[in-house]
Nanobody
Framework: QLQLVESGGGLVQPGGSLRLSCAAA????????IGWFRQAPGKEREGVSC?????GSTNYLGGRFTISRDNAKDTVYLQINRLKPEDTATYSC???????????????WGQGTQVTVSS
């Protein structure tokens, strides 16, 4: 079964940047659309971005977020620029057939990586 592992989270000051990674622990990401989601305590999970099986991308939260796929490394990245305190959340990647902002469209999820934006 496909397993996803996120990395790259951490503590960063407002205005900084992070690049999160989503990698396959088993099998490969190449056959899946990969979405990034985030969830902060007390808030609903929201879609951040998604890259399709063919490499096309969709952003749901605007231009500070950039998703990309590196097939050679079998990794999907989420670049977050100009981080704000409200970006603080657990960021998870998920694999599905097609991109969607709804988490229910994805069948496999990683455990998430924590992003904390604070001075």
């Amino acid at each position: 079964q496909l397993q996803l592992v996120e990395s790259g989270g951490g503590l960063v000051q407002p205005g900084g940047s992070l690049r999160l990674s989503c990698a396959a622990a088993r099998y490969t990401l190449r056959y899946y659309a990969i979405g990034w989601f985030r969830q902060a305590p007390g808030k609903e999970r929201e879609g951040v971005s998604c890259v399709s099986r063919s490499g096309g991308s969709t952003n749901y939260l605007g231009g500070r977020f950039t998703i990309s796929r590196d097939n050679a490394k079998d990794t999907v990245y989420l670049q977050i620029n100009r981080l704000k305190p409200e970006d603080t959340a657990t960021y998870s990647c998920a694999a599905g057939w097609a991109c969607s902002s709804a988490g229910t469209a994805y069948g496999r999820w990683g455990q998430g990586t924590q992003v904390t934006v604070s001075s």
